[in-house]
């Protein structure tokens, strides 16, 4: 049985029915990574025979009757910046390829103490940093619609993975976009929770809206599972994290329905006037305009978050410094530009430019949260511009407007990182050029499960219009392709 293109959730229906044996997803899943990733180099480090090792446990522990947890025997990628216990995690860096930590972090103890089983690690940015899956150990990964664009970044592998049906749940994490960016690029699922929601014992400062840990899979119900797990407080190990929050997780595992024809939804195309591309525009338009119909109200919503970019980009260097600081002297040419120019960017800039943003941000924050004083849930693009060749780090330019630095085309995830809201990244279709369509579905803050519904309910909206249903990408004619990825080194 080929059920590597089951959900999660139809897969441990599946298995807890008996049509189907955690043995059987594995190698199907298996099977899926050794004919496609030599063409997307997405599942860098493997761990395919222990895999099969925990599945054959797995499908035991079953047929005993024993108490099992909610991903018992389902196959789980993690993200290269995420410790795993007894498997290289390289963090994309030449430094780190032949790290193999003691312990696992805790969003992996989670995802373990669930019963889930670890596949392997997914391609990444060096040191995450990037909305370009490129890295100088590993090479690019390659978008599954077409190897040859990027998969985004820095969740780029896992997102890859997924649209691939190399697995069907994989983990991510978020600063400026990176679960979103990856998920809006590979016509797959990513959720970005209010901070808090998920702990995150690796924080390097206390209280910031950054660096937040994330699930991804192909579809909301899926999402929401992993949320529901990787956001426990009571199993793996015990979370240490001063951002975190009481929170029963297990209020993810079932979303309550939403009756769309009663939505009140805001959009807006460009939040105010972020960098956003003439294409994506006309795309997000025409799909505004075949949502409208089906919810209550669809208004075009005056937010103005034209003051968020540059806010990012002070706070972003400043939180560079305190991670970054007591290694930089060590950087050689080779290392991440993007890294080096937000430490060299915060070297320069004054104190008092940092504390007003910090500032602007409280404003900014206030603002959107007003949003749903009138709204359910606002709207926007999930990412500026097109996919764009790997083999270009960023754009230069969107329309002739040339981008300031590496984040200056990423204003529209970033925006919401700055305000900290929680955001579902959610396929919608396919853009002109054929490759996939997002938007991202904004909500207020601590109203994740709400927000998950109301994605679920346009998932549905989106799954009956051919226009709209998230997009799958051709994967025997990919596995027909060269293997030009693998050996790309930047």
């Known amino acids: 049985m080929d059920s590597s293109a089951l959900s999660a959730c139809e897969a441990i229906d599946a298995m807890n029915s008996g049509d189907l044996s955690s043995t059987d997803l594995v190698d199907s899943c298996v099977q899926r990574i050794e004919q496609l990733d030599p063409v997307i180099n997405a599942m860098v480090v493997r761990d395919l025979e222990r895999a099969r090792a925990a599945a054959g446990e797995a499908d035991a522990a079953r047929a005993r009757g024993e108490s099992l947890g909610p991903l018992h025997g389902v196959p789980v990628a993690i993200k290269d910046l995420q410790p795993t216990a007894g498997l290289r995690t390289t963090y994309g860096s030449p430094a780190f390829a ?12 989670r995802i373990r103490a669930a019963g889930a089983i670890i596949i392997g690690k997914t391609n990444i940015p ?10 100088p ?3 690019a990964t390659g978008n599954p619609f077409d190897p040859t664009l990027t998969c985004g970044g820095s ?8 649209a691939a049906q190399m697995v069907p749940l994989a983990t991510g994490s978020d600063h400026g976009g990176s679960v979103r960016i990856p998920a809006t690029y590979c016509g797959v699922v990513g959720h970005r929770a209010t901070p808090g929601t998920v702990p995150f014992e690796q924080r390097s400062m206390t209280q910031n809206f950054y660096s937040v840990q994330g699930p991804m899979a192909r579809t909301v119900a899926d999402t929401a599972l992993l949320l529901s797990v990787i956001a426990d407080r009571s199993t793996g190990t015990t979370p240490r994290d001063p951002m975190m929050f009481p929170l029963d997780a297990r209020q993810f595992r079932s979303l309550d329905p939403v009756d769309a024809s009663m939505l009140r939804v805001a959009v807006s195309e460009d939040l105010g006037g972020v960098l956003v591309s003439d294409a994506v525009r006309q795309t997000f338009r025409e799909r505004v305009a075949r949502i409208a119909p089906r919810v209550a109200v669809c208004d075009e919503h005056p937010i103005d978050l034209r003051r968020a970019p540059d806010v990012d980009w002070k706070i972003r260097s400043d939180i560079f410094v305190t991670q970054y600081h007591a290694e930089a002297a060590t950087w050689d040419d080779a290392f991440n530009p993007n890294i080096r120019q937000s430490y060299d960017a915060a070297l320069q800039m004054p104190m008092e430019e940092i504390a007003a943003a910090r500032r602007v941000q409280i404003e900014l924050n206030r603002q959107v949260q007003g949003i749903f004083d009138d709204y359910d849930v606002l709207l926007c693009p999930g990412v500026s511009v097109a996919p764009f060749p790997w083999i270009d780090r960023n754009p230069t330019h969107v329309d002739g407007v040339a981008v300031e630095n590496y984040m200056a085309w990423l204003a529209l995830t970033s925006s919401f990182s700055v305000v900290g809201h929680p955001v579902t990244a959610l396929p919608c279709g396919v853009d002109p050029n054929g490759t996939p369509f997002g938007i991202q579905v904004v909500g207020p803050m601590y109203g994740d499960r709400h927000q998950l519904g109301i994605a679920a309910a346009l ?3 989106f799954d009956a219009d051919d226009e709209l249903r998230r997009p799958i990408p051709d994967l025997e004619r990919l596995a027909t392709l060269d293997a030009g990825c693998r050996d790309a080194r930047m």
Not at 99 to 109: K, R, Y
Not at 155 to 162: I, V
């Open 137 to 139: 150990l590993f090479g």
């Open 155 to 162: 969740s780029g592998g896992s997102a890859a993975a997924l």
């Open 126 to 135: 060096e040191r995450s940093i990037g909305a370009n899956t490129v890295n």
């Open 459 to 461: 998932e549905a909206i």
């Open 98 to 109: 032949d790290n193999v930590p003691t312990e696992d972090a805790g969003i992996v103890a």
